[in-house]
């Protein structure tokens, strides 16, 4: 059956989509017709199986490293892509690292590495696919001129002790969205995020790998489940296609509740 999801013709970068979410997002664009460019820090490896993976199922994309906080490989990576594919619609900038630490003890350099990666990077991502999209202009495949998707996280708005840099990133993510949303929606480019709860990816493993962290990880987790990859690729998905083209400048919570304060479930 024909879907309305369809990307055909459009073209994804997925940044840090050699594992966990951007792999998963990675895959559902790319079973909607976009090319992908699927980014990776370090690993070839992992991104080159993830391109096969693509190429089996009859899509198309290329592995391109890029480390999303310098601006020279950022360039690079988009330009690899236009070399590759002729265009960029949909960057989703997805790379994201934690470095925790008491705050009495963080040095500058774990909060730097953070705020460059989770942040800086959506900027420098975001600002290319930018000039890139009015450059090429309405090309016929898409209502919109271009689709900004940022990972975020329910740390956008749930403060975390411990994880100060990797909080104070994603509220970051939160504004830069926001702010972006409001000043490109006259020129038709949708920006929104996704603000993923739990899910089970290699970044979080510590909180679920054992019987005991995944039974305390429930008790935040209203729906009773850890979140799978799949789940967040499904929202990426209706964000990147013209069935979402009114929505912009939306955080979408997929996160089974766990931003609805659990705590106060049973009268607080
Ligand atoms: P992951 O560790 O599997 O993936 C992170 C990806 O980012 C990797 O592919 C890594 O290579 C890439 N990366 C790291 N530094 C980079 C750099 N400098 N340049 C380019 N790429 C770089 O973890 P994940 O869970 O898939 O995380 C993906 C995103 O989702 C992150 O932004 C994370 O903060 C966010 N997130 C995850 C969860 C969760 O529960 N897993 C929850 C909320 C938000």
């Keep these: 059956m024909e879907t309305t999801l369809k990307l055909n013709g459009q073209t994804a970068i997925v940044t840090g989509s050699s594992s966990g979410l951007g792999e998963a997002i990675a895959l559902e664009l790319a079973s909607a017709g976009a090319n992908v460019v699927v980014n990776y820090h370090s690993g070839d490896d992992e991104a080159e199986a993830v391109v096969k993976r693509i190429e089996e199922r009859g899509g198309r994309a290329i592995a391109v490293g890029a480390d999303v906080g310098e601006e020279a490989d950022v360039k690079q990576m988009f330009a690899k892509c236009i070399a590759a594919f002729g265009y960029v619609d ?61 990972i975020s996280s329910v740390h956008d708005v749930i403060p975390w002790a411990g994880h100060v840099n990797y909080a104070a990133s994603k509220g970051g993510v939160m504004m830069l969205m926001k702010s972006l949303a409001q000043e490109l929606a006259p020129k038709k480019i949708r920006v929104n995020s996704i603000s993923p709860g739990a899910i089970q990816t290699p970044i979080n493993k510590e909180a679920w790998g054992t019987d005991e962290a995944l039974n305390k990880l429930l008790e935040l987790i209203p729906y009773g489940r850890i979140g799978q990859p799949e789940d967040v690729a499904k929202q990426a998905l209706w964000l990147a296609s013209d069935e979402s083209d009114y929505v912009t400048g939306a955080t979408h919570y997929i996160d089974g509740g766990m931003t609805l304060y659990p705590g106060f479930a049973d009268n607080g």
Excluded: Y
């Excluded at 900038?93 to 990666?117: P, Y």
């Excluded at 942040?119 to 975001?126: I, P, S």
């Design 90 to 150: 949909i960057p989703v900038n997805n790379s994201g690292i934690q470095r925790d630490k008491a705050f009495h003890e963080m040095s500058l350099d774990e909060w730097n590495q953070v705020i460059n990666t989770n942040l800086t990077g959506q900027f420098l991502c975001a600002r290319e696919a930018v000039n890139i999209f009015l450059k090429q202009g309405m090309r016929g495949v898409s209502k919109a001129l271009g689709k900004i998707i940022c």
